[in-house]
Nanobody, 126 residues
Framework: QVQLVESGGGLVQAGGSLRVSCATS????????MGWFRQAPGKEREFVAA????????YYADSVKGRFTISRDNAKNTVYLQMNSLKPEDTAVYYC???????????????????WGKGTLVTVSS
C-alpha cells in the first residue's frame, strides 16, 4: 500500500510560480512511476506530467510544456511539480498519482491509476 500526501498549493497571481510536493509512505516509492493530474471545477481530471521510476524520463501535457517541471527525489520518497508562468486556467485541484505502468497515466486512464493523493488546491488569480 502506498499513501500519497500533497502539499504546497495556494493562491498565486498570474505569472507567478508555485511548487507542489507529494510525499509518499512506504519503501517502494522508487518502484512506481509518478505523476500529477489536475481537476478544475466542472471538468474531468486531466493529465499534467509524469516521471518514470528509474531513468527519470519526463512527460508533459501540451498545455503545461515549457512552464511546468516534474522531478522526483527517491531518497526522500517525494515528487515535485514546479509551476512557472502560471495562468488563471491552471486553477485546479492538483492530484499526485502513482502507477506501475506509465502508459496508464499518459493515456489518462484515471480509473486505472494504482494510487491517488487527496489533492491540493492551486488558485491563480488574474
Amino acid at each position: 500500500q502506498v499513501q500519497l500526501v500533497e502539499s504546497g498549493g495556494g493562491l498565486v497571481q498570474a505569472g507567478g510560480s508555485l511548487r507542489v510536493s507529494c510525499a509518499t509512505s512506504g519503501r517502494t516509492f522508487s518502484s512506481y512511476h509518478m505523476g500529477w493530474f489536475r481537476q478544475a471545477p466542472g471538468k474531468e481530471r486531466e493529465f499534467v506530467a509524469a516521471i518514470s521510476r528509474r531513468d527519470g524520463n519526463t512527460y508533459y501535457a501540451d498545455s503545461v510544456k515549457g512552464r511546468f517541471t516534474i522531478s522526483r527525489d527517491n531518497a526522500k520518497n517525494t515528487v515535485y511539480l514546479q509551476m512557472n508562468s502560471l495562468k488563471p486556467e491552471d486553477t485546479a485541484v492538483y492530484y499526485c498519482a502513482a502507477d506501475n505502468i506509465i502508459s496508464t497515466m499518459l493515456r489518462q486512464a484515471v480509473s486505472s491509476i494504482d494510487y491517488w493523493g487527496k489533492g491540493t488546491l492551486v488558485t491563480v488569480s488574474s
